[in-house]
Nanobody, 121 residues
Framework: QLQASGGGLVQAGSSMRLSCAASGLNLSLYAMGWFRQAPGKEREFVAAISSNGGSTYYADSVKGRFTISRDKAKNMVYLQMNSLKPEDAAVYYC????????????????WGQGTLVTVSS
């Protein structure tokens, strides 16, 4: 029901925008989050946005570089990633949570399949 896209290979310092599309879900009713999992590491929180877009949370590691946003009309959520670093390389997942915003993985109800981001140094 969630499809993440936009990943690929970029050089350090570059920008990339990830997209999350939904089918069968009205994303305006859900808080949305982005998480990532690097090889050999646990999946971690990256960013979240409330259902109305009024609140956002970011992991300290991406604060000031990444921006989460949503387009209600298109039923899409985005993650704009600027000044990418090699340590940002991971599979990025979008997730939907009914109602209130959250930063913990267990709170999310629906998950996309992930999109791979590779950052070369």
């Amino acid at each position: 029901q969630l499809q993440a896209s936009g990943g690929g290979l970029v050089q350090a310092g570059s920008s990339m925008r990830l997209s999350c599309a939904a089918s069968g879900l009205n994303l305006s009713l859900y808080a949305m989050g982005w998480f990532r999992q690097a090889p050999g590491k646990e999946r971690e929180f990256v960013a979240a946005i409330s259902s109305n877009g009024g609140s956002t949370y970011y992991a300290d590691s991406v604060k000031g570089r990444f921006t989460i946003s949503r387009d209600k009309a298109k039923n899409m959520v985005y993650l704009q990633m600027n000044s990418l670093k090699p340590e940002d390389a991971a599979v990025y997942y979008c997730a939907a949570k009914w109602a209130l915003i959250a930063t913990t993985q267990g709170a999310y109800d629906y998950w996309g399949q992930g999109t791979l981001v590779t950052v070369s140094s």
